[in-house]
């Protein structure tokens, strides 16, 4: 049987420490909250993706009372991206959350986005900078989607 080691290489920063590449990469996140549609968890997760041609892609939770319909942040931006600009390759996503009282919040990418990025890798032949929100000013910044699915499925 084949050993995997798995290397978790990332590194928590203040925003405004941040190259501006990824400081705008993180103002898009956040004003992808602004079209969450989140009347269930009171929870609004914004998205935003930047591609190789520098556009970016926004996508925002999208709840239903006919629970799983609803789509997180992640997978509405990477799947429009799919949709209209699989073309240009994605370099970095960024995560950020603001709980019902308008605070930003930690929230990591679930199992199912998780899976969703590694196949993103996969097609782009490429690790992911993914940055994510932790609070009010700092972020934590993975360098590759293997930092928060080690043991992912692929085919």
């Not at 990477?78 to 950020?96: C, M, P, Q, R, Y």
Request: glycine fraction near 6%; charged fraction near 20%; charge should be negative.
């Amino acid at each position: 049987m084949e050993k995997k080691t798995v290397v978790i290489n990332y590194f928590q920063s203040k925003i405004a420490e941040l190259s501006e590449e990824a400081k705008n990469l993180v103002l898009e996140a956040q004003k992808a909250i602004k079209t969450a549609y989140s009347p269930y968890s009171e929870f609004s997760v914004g998205s935003a993706l930047l591609l190789d041609n520098g556009q970016y892609v926004r996508g925002s939770n999208q709840e239903n009372a006919a629970y799983p319909s609803g789509l997180c942040g992640e997978r509405v931006a990477l799947f429009a991206w799919g949709a209209n600009n699989s073309e240009n390759k994605v370099v970095a996503i960024a995560i950020t959350a603001q709980n019902k009282e308008g605070k930003f919040a930690a929230a990591y990418p679930c199992g199912a986005c998780l899976q969703v990025m590694v196949e993103t890798e996969i097609r782009i032949n490429e690790k992911l900078k993914i940055i994510v929100q932790i609070n009010e000013k700092e972020v934590q910044v993975f360098n590759g989607v293997e930092c928060l699915i080690p043991f992912s499925f692929t085919l």
